[in-house]
DNA sequence: CGCCCATTTGAGTTTAATCAAAAAACGTGG
DNA sequence: CCACGTTTTTTGATTAAACTCAAATGGGCG
């Protein structure tokens, strides 16, 4: 089941086929929740460890006067609450964006795993890195990047993200966010999302209908979004530890 | 001489005396480093683990086209360039913005240390979980906080975290920043910060002089910032850990 | 079919950016 | 300690990007 999560951690090395194993053992537990729902309220200390295996799920911060962030969105094989085993509250909460399959890991066979598995260990912290990183370009993109850059910035993200777990098909993925979703990850209002989706539509760049992005010129897309890859570590950078060489 | 290092860690654990003298073993090869220097550039991938002791400092990302932004503030007591024992290269700069003096630690002595100090691992664990959280909180500010809200919310945080480390005398701390670098870290022209503050200053909430922060009316400051300090995590939460009970 | 949610479009407003220049503060060497 | 060059801050006038408000259109699903 946690297909996608080891299809990930294989961008950072090789693992063995116990380790694989072990992996499979620990989304034993699997809850199906609907769209729309929270996973984790902020404030929460949650005593398992929750997996997506698959649907869309996102973090996001909410302001006492309504104002809503998503500051993360979490995919098939991310982990939705990295690391309480640390921190006793979240300090943010985690809604389902579709309808999502987690899968619900003990802390206690989570820690068992890493012990047993350096790999596994080394590869879940390799994870955490990229996710850093990933939270530290949307800085910059919130920073500085205009709209219509960072409409085509977050696109560029999704799908390397989404072909990095095998999720597109030639150019195209899913993208099951609304237009008000997209504003609130990259805090713009839906109207102005919707005229950069127009713009992008109209200069040939993308196909967005029924939930799946058309990425129609990569290189274009990232050109304008001023996207640069490196950030997200996709080159194998754990090698030395492969299973087998 | 990671006295503040140490302060840091003790909001999340009491740490032994063993644990401390350890700390200080790693202090041990220092450099000193002038202002506006970079202490590591974007793709690097150096050998060892460098521990800011006194100044500030900053990552930061550049754009092609020159525009910058700044993704973190490390004062003393942080780590410049965490972990990169996973990741190959560095995805973004780290430079200077005042003097610096910092330590510069094997990282095999650090790995070490780590093993045989597990009060220590945990605390660099709650440490870096911390960064992740600020890092957050800035997407939050940058998506959703107004200009006046963001100058605000950057002091509060940088308050907090310099009282962490002892840096604070009363309602008074250092704030070594240039109205560029601030605009900088926002997502602002520095000609907008300058308006921001003469409101604030108007407004009897800060006085801001030679480098020195005053805040007259935190809990003022606060409400206008949307401030809710519950994401730096302060409160002793790995008390279970805590050297003699 | 009809309802609800999501998208699209238009008109007017606001916030913050840009451009430009003056004033103040800082640092350094004579 | 003062003069001078540089950096930083401050202020003003104008422009541009994105927001707000409002209403119409379109799609998906029971």
Redesign the pocket.
Known sequence: MPDHLIRKLEHFTRLSAADRLALHGLARSVRAVGRHQDLLRDGDSPRHVSLVLEGWACRYKQLEDGRRQIVAHVLPGDFCDGYLLVLRALDHAVGTLTPVRVAEIPSNALMEVLDQHPRIMQALWWETLVAAAIQREWTVSLGQR???ERVAHLFCELFWRLRMIGLTEGDTCPLPL???EIADTL??????V??M??QMRGAGLIVLK?KRLTILDLPALQDIALFNAGYLHLEREGSHLDAEG
């Open positions: 205009t709209a219509l609304t237009q008000v805090g713009l209002t839906n109207v102005h919707n005229r989706l127009h029924s």
